[in-house]
């Protein structure tokens, strides 16, 4: 049975990343600030059997390097590092670098700490696959509407990150890609937004099966088409 870790769980993409990998008979691993009350997520872990819930916060380094102490010996084959933030105030004139730094330590400097603690664990898996939760708002090639700094800024960061540990685990045999959700109903998205966390997640489920280490490196949306940097 494959082993998938997924960061930010008790709601939006990450609650759905759990729900369907734990369907489909995955060994799931998850991860959120309070597990105490991640209701839904422990509703998962009640019904399915084959779902642990690990409290973390991702901005905490000291806490990432602990996780993977404790999960030393185990094999993870998907790695998702879903996590995510975007802040209130980002447009131009109104946002902060509190708020701003804040967003970068968690959509970039956490994926990057997640990557160097659990590369090893990945590379000793079958699949050896690792997933950043990028966006289409961090295409700078594809950027006509302006706003949004901080997200936008931590999004490219993270697919440089991705990018990077593509080249740096190749020889590890280890697949690192960025890949967009697309525009997805959560409190992130919002209720307007394009489409529904079950079709997005069984998306990116299909995509990810599909990999192979000639994808590294890539940034690909939910229907596995290719976004320009
Ligand atoms: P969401 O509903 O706002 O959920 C965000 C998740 O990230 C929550 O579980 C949240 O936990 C967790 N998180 C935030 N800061 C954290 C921290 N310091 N430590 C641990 N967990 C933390 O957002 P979503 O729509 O599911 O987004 C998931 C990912 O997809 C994000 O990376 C987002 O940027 C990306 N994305 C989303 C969309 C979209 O349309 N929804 C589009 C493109 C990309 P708490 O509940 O504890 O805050």
């Not at 369907?23 to 642990?52: K, M």
């Not at 701003?100 to 330590?105: A, C, E, G, P, T």
């Not at 299909?206 to 940034?219: A, E, F, K, P, T």
């Amino acid at each position: 049975m494959p082993t998938v870790l997924i960061t930010g769980v008790n709601r939006g993409l990450g609650l759905e990343f759990i729900t369907q990998y734990a369907a489909a008979g995955w060994s799931v691993i998850g991860t959120c600030r309070d597990p105490s009350s991640a209701s839904e997520a422990q509703a998962v872990v009640a019904s399915a059997g084959n779902v642990t819930l690990y409290q973390l916060d991702v901005s905490e380094p000291e806490a990432v390097k602990a996780l993977a102490e404790t999960l030393k010996g185990t094999s993870i084959d998907v790695l998702i590092l879903n996590a995510g933030l975007m802040a209130e105030r980002t447009g131009l004139g109104t946002f902060n670098a509190e708020d701003f730094l804040q967003v970068l330590n968690v959509n970039v400097v956490a994926p990057a700490i997640f990557i160097q603690a659990f590369a090893d664990h990945v590379a000793a898996s079958e699949r050896k696959i690792i997933v950043g939760m990028g966006s289409t708002l961090g295409s700078i090639a594809g950027n006509t509407s302006g706003g949004m700094y901080s997200y936008r800024s931590s999004k490219a960061g993270l697919h440089a990150i991705m990018r990077t540990a593509s080249v740096d685990l190749r020889d590890k045999g280890v697949t690192a890609i960025a890949m967009h959700p697309g525009w997805v109903v959560t409190d992130m998205g919002g209720d307007g937004a394009d489409i529904r966390t079950s079709e997005s997640i069984s998306g990116m489920m299909s995509v990810i099966d599909g990999l192979s280490i000639s994808d590294s490196g890539r940034l690909l949306t939910y229907a596995g088409e290719e976004l320009p940097w």
